[in-house]
């Protein structure tokens, strides 16, 4: 009797396993729910390094002379103290007026000298050159100014990109 049974227990081992016909079906569901997943974590990592890309330090957006500008859109930007480094963390303070086509008039820069990779990234950036409006809410002839990325990026689209200033080794 115990070598009948133990034959019974070798032909049941010996014998192929049945496919289910749920089998290739519960994988491929299971491939694409981990590829999605993958995308999708993919994706915000994604994101979430380019929040962080923008214009870097020592950038320079130059406005050359133009007699007829275009441009009547303005920014507006606030005044820091040029003994205060980095950016401030508070946005109050004196407040002006950055008009792309004033600007351009007579020319003039602006140099990017410090970021802080806040939401949104904000940038503390130095005017040189003429005045910066025709009104009352000019900044002047020179100032230290904190704008937001997408502000810097409007300027630098007027006035045609970034030049790169000086760069050393480091960040």
Not at 140 to 156: I, N, Y
């Amino acid at each position: 009797m115990n070598l009948q049974r133990h034959r019974r227990r070798r032909d049941v081992i010996d014998r192929q396993r049945r496919q289910s016909a749920e089998d290739p079906f519960i994988t491929a569901v299971l491939v694409l729910v981990v590829g999605a997943l993958f995308s999708m974590t993919a994706g915000l990592w994604v994101m979430q390094e380019l929040e962080q890309f923008g214009p870097a330090v020592g950038g320079i957006i130059r406005f050359r002379p133009d007699a007829s500008p275009s441009e009547r859109w303005s920014v507006t930007a606030t005044r820091v103290e040029p003994a205060h480094l980095g950016v401030p963390t508070t946005t109050g303070g004196d407040r002006c007026t950055l008009s792309p086509g004033a600007m351009a008039v007579h020319g003039g820069s602006l140099v990017i000298e410090a970021r802080q990779l806040s939401r949104p990234p904000v940038y503390r950036v130095h005017w040189s050159g003429d005045h910066t409006d025709g009104g009352t809410e000019d900044c002047g002839t020179t100032a230290d100014l904190v704008l937001q990325r997408t502000e810097l990026m409007r300027l630098a689209n007027v006035a045609g990109g970034f030049s790169s200033g000086l760069r050393l080794i480091g960040p």
